[in-house]
């Protein structure tokens, strides 16, 4: 589990998403499927806490257990793909119009 307070936080995960070029899945707002390197798919799911704060969580935790605040590369890309959905849903939120996920997928 990631607690984002920073955005520098992400940065070397960044880098390593650039050199990997991971696929995402979008499953719904705030829930991600990202390719790995040696291709499984990994869920990460972003949201919010009862306090605001800002969680993402990645599977590939499970497989290796590591510190506290490690940010890997498949949290990095759904954060990405999550602050523009985000900013797009405020968009239209904004205009008047709501816009819902019904769920499914091809």
């Known amino acids: 589990m990631l607690l984002l307070t920073d955005l520098a936080q992400l940065e070397a995960a960044c880098k390593k998403a650039r050199k990997v070029k991971p696929?995402?899945?979008?499953?719904?707002?705030?829930?991600?499927?990202?390719?790995?390197?040696t291709g499984r798919w990994?869920?990460?799911?972003?949201?919010?806490?009862?306090?605001?704060?800002?969680?993402?969580?990645?599977?590939?935790?499970?497989?290796?257990?590591?510190?506290?605040?490690?940010?890997?590369?498949?949290?990095?890309?759904?954060?990405?793909?999550?602050?523009?959905?985000a900013l797009a849903k405020q968009a239209v939120i904004y205009e008047g119009v709501n816009i819902t996920y019904d769920g499914e997928r091809d």
């Open 23 to 37: 696929t995402l899945r979008v499953l719904d707002y705030g829930e991600y499927e990202v390719r790995g390197s």
């Open 42 to 85: 990994y869920k990460v799911t972003c949201k919010k806490s009862g306090t605001g704060q800002k969680l993402v969580f990645c599977e590939c935790e499970q497989d290796k257990p590591r510190r506290v605040g490690f940010t890997c590369y498949h949290m990095a890309t759904a954060v990405g793909a999550h602050m523009l959905l």
